[in-house]
DNA sequence: CACACTAGGAAGTAAGCACTCACTCACGAG
DNA sequence: CTCGTGAGTGAGTGCTTACTTCCTAGTGTG
């Protein structure tokens, strides 16, 4: 009878299972409530190898961000893929639907873009909007004004999904809703 | 020789000066970040002090919080104060552009809205909202489609301001801030 | 004067935090 | 078998934090 080993994973499946504790946490209770300790029982190991793999805890925020910002940039990408004018619009307004099935995501980005001391993260915040707002501009073609309001309606929804008025709504917040998605559905 | 006494302040006036204090270092720092030590400081009392006047570091922010709302509603109120219609979201929205010009008070509500921990912030956050939506509602008369199309451009102004886009603006976000205000101002 | 009351703080305390160190264990190559 | 190495950790360390205890000095009132 073979002595039961324990499962063993490489460092790179490690970071991966790390990453996705870390943006659960940064998500919910910001960069400075969240703590290591939590992250690293969340990821099912101990808070030294999670400072072996990672370095420290701002490297790690770092690196979940980026992820993040990556994913969404590249579900953004995927919809317009192929597409062109008011149709890739759309398509990004369809891809906003999903993007918010992952509340987790979203709100990291969210806490992300809030945060006004630590300058590293306002330095990749300001890129990866940089990035995406450049993305919908050259897909769609439209003007500002078009652009802008894309960007104004998924930011308000974005907002009240902070509040949980999303799963949780009251009646004027689903009058804001509602009327959210028709404008972003109408950019297109 | 009268000995050189030390001016005494009310209690009353005191909790003023820590409420100034707190409400800068939990915009720029955010609830976590921020140290009572540091308002103690910046207010010019003794950390002690400040817990006797508050209590606890969470009933001084909420205290902030609950200040700074106060007076985001009175701003608005005030200017839509004896206007109706078109005429009064207009005004609501030239009050948007006062609001901004403190990025403290504006940077903390943001902070209170993004907080998703913290259910007694999230309490006053989604009161903040049901009020103030509730007011352009009434004043303006306007349609959802116009009050929330108010509502997402001040959002996204709000958080290219916390992205310090406003004061150190890049190409595209200079389209975005100008395409906002004046979809703001169409609003009317 | 005495006395109650309020403004204000020096000096703690206990808990939590990021981060470190010295170490074990499994395994593959020579 | 020995040696090297990558995966993984128990047990700290020093620092910061929210919060307390107990004190002093000024002030209005009889």
């Known amino acids: 009878m073979t002595p039961h080993t324990v499962p063993r994973q490489t460092a790179g499946e490690r970071r991966q299972a790390v990453l996705d504790a870390a943006t659960s946490e940064f998500a919910l209770k910001g960069y400075h409530a969240a703590s290591t300790e939590e992250i690293a029982r969340a990821a099912g190991i101990s808070q030294a190898y999670l400072f072996r793999l990672f ?9 979940a961000a980026q992820r993040s910002i990556d994913e969404l940039y590249r ?5 317009a893929e192929g597409r ?16 918010m099935q992952d509340r987790t995501r979203l709100m990291l980005m969210l806490k992300c873009w809030t945060t006004t001391d630590e300058p590293e993260i306002r330095r990749i915040s300001r890129g990866a909007w940089r990035e995406l ?30 509040l949980d008025l999303v799963d949780d709504p009251e009646p ?16 297109g």
């Open 55 to 63: 370095g420290s805890k701002k490297d790690l925020h770092v690196a």
């Open 75 to 79: 579900v953004f990408a995927a919809a």
């Open 84 to 99: 062109s004018g008011e149709e890739a619009l759309e398509a990004m307004g369809a891809a906003y639907a999903e993007i």
């Open 133 to 162: 707002v450049d993305l919908v501009e050259r897909t769609s073609g439209e003007p500002p004004e078009v652009v802008t309001r894309f960007f104004a309606h998924g930011m308000l929804l974005t907002v009240l999904m902070a």
């Open 172 to 187: 004027w917040s689903r009058r804001l809703l509602e009327a959210s998605w028709k404008a972003i559905e109408e950019c």
